[in-house]
C-alpha cells in the first residue's frame, strides 16, 4: 500500500514514486531526493502521486504498483524516488500529447547497476533488460522513468503481480527492490506492448545510490539550460529536407517570440493562412512584382505552419482541434494559392503571348493530384489502424516488438523495394533524397515559390504535375510493398 497520496483535481495522471531503497533519504537543497520528486511532480499535469515505502520488499512494491494500476485512470508515470533529473526529462514522458507507453532512455548506452540496457528501434524499446535479463546489441540505457498508457494499465497490472510471484519465489534471482521498474519494462516489452523511447538529449536523469553521487548529479543539472533544450526539442526531427535545412534552423527564434507575446498555436495558423490569401491575392495581379512579393508570402506562411507546431510542442498546449486545424490549413492555403496563381496567369496574358488556354485544367489538374496523394496515405494509415484492431498479421508493429531475440535474429533480410527502402534509409544522403521524392509541404511551398517568382503559373503547375506525379507512384509503389510483405 502507498505511504501517502497527494491529490489534485482536474489532471488525468497518476504517478506512482518507489522509495524502496535508502537513497530516497538522501539530502539535497530542498529536502530529500523524495521531496524533489514529489516538487517535481507537482510541475507537472499529475493528479495522484502515490508513495510506496522502504521495507515491504520486491514483490510487496509490485504488487502495490498492481493494485494502483487496476484502480487508476488515464496514464501512470512509474518512477524511483532515487532520481535525479531535469523537470524537462520528466515532462517529455508526461506531457507527451499521445499519452501512450513510454520509457525514458538515453543514447548513452554506459551500462550500469542503475543503467540497465535497452535495445531502441524505430522510435520503441524493442528490447530492455535487468540484472537477470541480457539485451543483446543494446544501444540505450533505461533512465528509471516509465510511463503506462490507460490502454495498458491492465496489462502492468498483471506483469506486476506475475513478476511479484516469481520474485517471491526466488525464480528471478538476486534481484532486488531497485529493479522494480526496471522488471516491469522488462515484462511490458516481451508482452508485445508498444514503449514509446522518449529520448532524454542533452537533459540529465541519473539514478543515485549515495550522498556523493546525489550531489554531484543535482550539481550537473545547472550544465544544462532546460529552456533552450525545450525550444530545440520543439523541432520536428523527422521533417522534410527544406524544412529542416531552410526554416527549422532559425524557426526557434519565432516560437520564443510568439511564446513571449502569448500567441496560442491556433493563432499562428491563422495569420498563417491569411498570408497565404495575401499570397494568392498578389499572384492574381499577374506582375512580375506581384508575383515576386506572393512568393515571399507563400514561404513566409510556411514558415508559420512550421512555427505553429513547433509552438505547441514547446508550450505542450495540444488539442485534437488544434491538430484538426492546422491539417485542413495546410490544404486550404496551397489550394487558394492555386486559384490566385491561375487568375493571374489568365490577366496578364494574351492570346497573342501563350495565352491563358489550359491554365485552369493545369490547376484543377494539380489539386486533383494533391487530393489524391493525400487519400492514398491517410486511407494507408486508416486501414493499418484498423486492420491492427482485428489483429491482422500484415498490420502487425515490428517483428521485433512481438517475437523473441533469436526469432529476430535468424529472420531472413528483407528483399525487394522494402530490402531496397531499408538500405537506402541507412545512408544519409539517400534517405534525405527519399524525403524530397515525396514531395512533402515544404518542398511544394519551395516549388511553387520559386517558379512563380523567376517563370510563371504554367511552369508552376507542370513542375507540380511532374514531380507529384513522381511522388504518386512512389508512394503507390511502397504501399503495395508493404501491404503484400
Not at 491529490?7 to 514514486?17: N, S, Y
Not at 486550404?332 to 497573342?352: C, M, N, T
Not at 494533391?370 to 492514398?376: A, E, I, P, S, T
Request: proline share 4%.
Amino acid at each position: 500500500m502507498p505511504e501517502s497520496t497527494t491529490t489534485r483535481e482536474g489532471l488525468t495522471a497518476a504517478a506512482v514514486v518507489l522509495a524502496t531503497t535508502p537513497a530516497a533519504r538522501l539530502s539535497c537543497a530542498d529536502g530529500t531526493l523524495l521531496d524533489r520528486v514529489n516538487d517535481q511532480l507537482l510541475m507537472l499535469p499529475v493528479r495522484d502521486v502515490h508513495v510506496v515505502p522502504q521495507g515491504g520488499g520486491l514483490g510487496a512494491d509490485l504488487r502495490g504498483v498492481a493494485k494502483i494500476a487496476r484502480i487508476s485512470t488515464g496514464t501512470l508515470v512509474l518512477l524511483p524516488a532515487d532520481l535525479v533529473a531535469h523537470t524537462e526529462a520528466l515532462a517529455v514522458l508526461v506531457e507527451h500529447p499521445s499519452r501512450n507507453t513510454g520509457a525514458l532512455v538515453s543514447a548513452d548506452a554506459t551500462v550500469g547497476p542503475l543503467r540497465p540496457p535497452v535495445r531502441v528501434e524505430n522510435g520503441r524499446v524493442v528490447a530492455a533488460g535487468s540484472s537477470y535479463h541480457l539485451v543483446p546489441e543494446a544501444n540505450a540505457t533505461f533512465r528509471g522513468v516509465l510511463q503506462v498508457g490507460e490502454a495498458a494499465l491492465g496489462t502492468l497490472a498483471d506483469i506486476a503481480d506475475e513478476l511479484a510471484e516469481l520474485a517471491d519465489t526466488g525464480r528471478l534471482g538476486p534481484v532486488t527492490p531497485i529493479e522494480a521498474i526496471d522488471l516491469l519494462l522488462v515484462g511490458l516489452v516481451r508482452s508485445g506492448v508498444s514503449v514509446r523511447a522518449a529520448q532524454l538529449g542533452p537533459l540529465h536523469a541519473d539514478r543515485v545510490a549515495a550522498q556523493s553521487a546525489a550531489d554531484l548529479a543535482v550539481t550537473r543539472l545547472s550544465d544544462v539550460d532546460e529552456v533552450r533544450v525545450r525550444l530545440e526539442t520543439a523541432v520536428k526531427v523527422d521533417d522534410g529536407f527544406f524544412a529542416t535545412f531552410f526554416v527549422s534552423s532559425w524557426s526557434p527564434h519565432l516560437v520564443r517570440l510568439a511564446a513571449r507575446l502569448k500567441l496560442t498555436p491556433n493563432a499562428v495558423t491563422g495569420i498563417s493562412v491569411g498570408l497565404a490569401v495575401l499570397a494568392a491575392v498578389w499572384f492574381s495581379e499577374g506582375t512580375r512584382g506581384a508575383q515576386i512579393l506572393g512568393a515571399a508570402l507563400v514561404l513566409l506562411s510556411f514558415v508559420l505552419d512550421c512555427v505553429d507546431g513547433q509552438l505547441a510542442r514547446y508550450t505542450r498546449t495540444f488539442s485534437r482541434l488544434g491538430a484538426w486545424v492546422d491539417a485542413m490549413a495546410d490544404r486550404l492555403k496551397e489550394y487558394i494559392v492555386y486559384v490566385g496563381l491561375a487568375i493571374g496567369y489568365s490577366a496578364g496574358h494574351d492570346a497573342a503571348n501563350g495565352g491563358p488556354e489550359g491554365i485552369w485544367r493545369l490547376a484543377v489538374a494539380a489539386m486533383i493530384l494533391q487530393m489524391l496523394r493525400h487519400m492514398v496515405d491517410f486511407s494507408y494509415k486508416g486501414a493499418v489502424t484498423d486492420a491492427r484492431r482485428v489483429g491482422a498479421t500484415w498490420a502487425r508493429p515490428p517483428r521485433s516488438l512481438l517475437e523473441s531475440e533469436d526469432v529476430r535474429r535468424s529472420a531472413v533480410p528483407r528483399r525487394g523495394v522494402l530490402g531496397l527502402a531499408q538500405r537506402l534509409e541507412r545512408e544519409t544522403v539517400a534517405r534525405w533524397i527519399k524525403k524530397m521524392i515525396v514531395l512533402p509541404i515544404g518542398e511544394r511551398m519551395a516549388l511553387i515559390a520559386i517558379t512563380a517568382a523567376f517563370f510563371n503559373a504554367k511552369v508552376t503547375f507542370t513542375a507540380l504535375l511532374a514531380w507529384g506525379g513522381l511522388a504518386l507512384l512512389y508512394q503507390l509503389v511502397g504501399r503495395i510493398a508493404r501491404s503484400t510483405s
